[in-house]
């Protein structure tokens, strides 16, 4: 079974160009994360889709990020205009089923994740 | 969300057993307790979930002591394979359709020779 796959590995643009992240969740899972780990802090939630919908979107930094889910399938996440700061390590994870009430939750799989370089 | 305490880094010598401990003081009752693994250059993989007392899997078993303020995973005769960062985590289902994780510094687990 294939696991999440992101494309590009590794991204390197320039302040104020736009960036486009993808990531393909394993197949058959509904819930697709993104996380980011920029420079020397811990990875942190970016959002959550279930489906095509988004579930939770509380940890989008800002505007300047767009996440999509078109379909339900895979996902795509753009920076634009991208800043110095944007640079770091996105992770996509996806999970089957759906949380449980009571605290158990659905393993995420994780991706190897997509380096991106703002210079 | 709870906030996890776990040492910074941890030195072993291969096929000695590895515990970890995590400290999580204000776990809340639904809170499960949740480790990662994380080799560079790859994305967090998942090792093992508890509630409560022990939970063994093929890789890891992890202790919960009744008070849950802490938890210890073992891994048992590590390998240099083994080495990676180690991420305890806890939290729980928002209620919302949505379970994010919630990662901290983690444990940096060296293997030696």
């Known amino acids: 079974e294939a696991g999440v796959t992101q494309f590009p590995s590794h991204s390197v643009i320039e302040k104020g160009q736009t960036v486009t992240l993808r990531c393909d969740p394993i197949?058959?899972?509904?819930?697709l994360y993104w996380y980011r780990r920029v420079m020397g802090k811990e990875i942190k939630f970016l959002l959550h889709f279930v489906k095509e919908s988004k579930q939770d979107e509380s940890g989008m930094p800002n505007n300047r990020f767009l996440a999509e889910r078109t379909g339900g399938t895979y996902s795509t996440l753009k920076v634009q205009p991208a800043e110095l700061e944007d640079s770091g390590v996105y992770f996509c994870?996806?999970?089957?089923?759906?949380?449980?009430?009571?605290?158990?939750?659905?393993?995420?799989?994780f991706g190897p994740g997509t380096r991106l370089t703002v210079l | 969300l709870a906030k996890t305490t776990q040492p910074i880094s941890m030195d072993s010598y291969e096929g000695q057993e590895v515990n970890i401990t995590c400290s999580h003081n204000?776990?809340?009752?639904?809170?499960?307790i949740t480790w990662y693994q994380q080799f560079p250059s790859q994305g967090p993989r998942f090792i093992i979930q508890g509630y409560k007392t022990k939970v063994t899997n093929e890789v890891a078993s992890l202790f919960i002591p009744a008070d849950r303020k802490s938890s210890t995973l073992s891994l048992p005769r590590v390998s240099l394979s083994d080495t990676a960062v180690y991420y305890c985590l806890v939290g729980r289902y928002s209620g919302a359709g949505s379970y994010q994780l919630t990662f901290g510094k983690g444990t940096k687990l060296s293997v030696i020779p």
């Open positions: 204000n776990i809340a009752t639904n809170d499960y």
């Open positions: 197949s058959g899972h509904d819930n």
């Open positions: 994870a996806s999970s089957q089923g759906t949380p449980g009430l009571g605290g158990f939750y659905n393993e995420q799989f």
